[in-house]
Antibody, heavy 122, light 112 residues
Framework: QVNLVESGGGVVQPGGSLRVSCAASGFSFSNYGMHWVRQAPGKGPEWLAYIHYDVSNKYYADFVKGRFTISRDNSKSTVYLQMDSLRAEDTAIYYC???????????????WGQGTLVTVSS | DIVMTQSPDSLAVSLGERATINCKSSQSVLYSSNNKNYLAWYQQKAGQPPKVLIYWASTRESGVPDRFSGSGSGTDFTLTISSLQAEDVAVYYCQQYYSYRTFGQGTKVEIK
């Protein structure tokens, strides 16, 4: 079954950087695009970024462009989110999400990990 | 960007009664090539990640009780809980996946 395990969260000072990772298993990772979504305390989920299955394309929410970078290593079945110039408002649980479309078909349902908490505070 | 707007923001329903949540998208999420609506409903309980209940606007996820149903097409969608149970207390989100992902603001469902 699909398993997504995020790691790398923690406490970071404003202006600092952090990289969170998501290790995937239970499916053919290199055939699926991947997303990062976050959820601030008491707020709804918020999409951040998407990377195509073959790394050919990356897309970002406007409010993280230039600060966050999504990447993946298909040999390690892992997707990353590098976060720079962090602000207090970036405090959230960060989830990786498997896209519902493979290279060849779409199934309608995303899969979510359990998330990793990032706290930006001095 | 596609904006998703849910109503109401909160809802108190008696046990066994019907709960209805509406979701409106700022543009159609119906993909003409496959005639599918790229709309999902999620349930989120405290301290847990969102859990998918419904996808393709009306397809119930495996294991989800049949008291949950989704309907609608184009820009207007509804999640119905036909007979509210205590374990259904949660926040419910609609989400479009026609263009990246955007979520409604959430509807908090409580017991009256």
């Amino acid at each position: 079954q699909v398993n997504l395990v995020e790691s790398g969260g923690g406490v970071v000072q404003p202006g600092g950087s952090l990289r969170v990772s998501c290790a995937a298993s239970g499916f053919s990772f290199s055939n699926y695009g991947m997303h990062w979504v976050r959820q601030a305390p008491g707020k709804g989920p918020e999409w951040l970024a998407y990377i195509h299955y073959d790394v050919s394309n990356k897309y970002y929410a406007d409010f993280v462009k230039g600060r966050f970078t999504i990447s993946r290593d298909n040999s390690k079945s892992t997707v990353y989110l590098q976060m720079d110039s962090l602000r207090a408002e970036d405090t959230a649980i960060y989830y990786c999400v498997k896209d519902h479309c493979s290279k060849t078909d779409c199934y309608g349902k995303d899969y979510w990990g359990q998330g990793t908490l990032v706290t930006v505070s001095s | 960007d596609i904006v998703m707007t849910q109503s109401p923001d909160s809802l108190a329903v008696s046990l066994g009664e019907r709960a209805t949540i509406n979701c409106k998208s700022s543009q159609s999420v119906l993909y003409s090539s496959n005639n599918k609506n790229y709309l999902a409903w999620y349930q989120q309980k405290a301290g847990q990640p969102p859990k998918v209940l419904i996808y393709w606007a009306s397809t119930r996820e495996s294991g989800v009780p049949d008291r949950f149903s989704g309907s609608g097409s184009g820009t207007d969608f509804t999640l119905t809980i036909s007979s509210l149970q205590a374990e259904d207390v949660a926040v419910y989100y609609c989400q479009q996946y026609y263009s990246y992902r955007t979520f409604g603001q959430g509807t908090k469902v409580e017991i009256k």
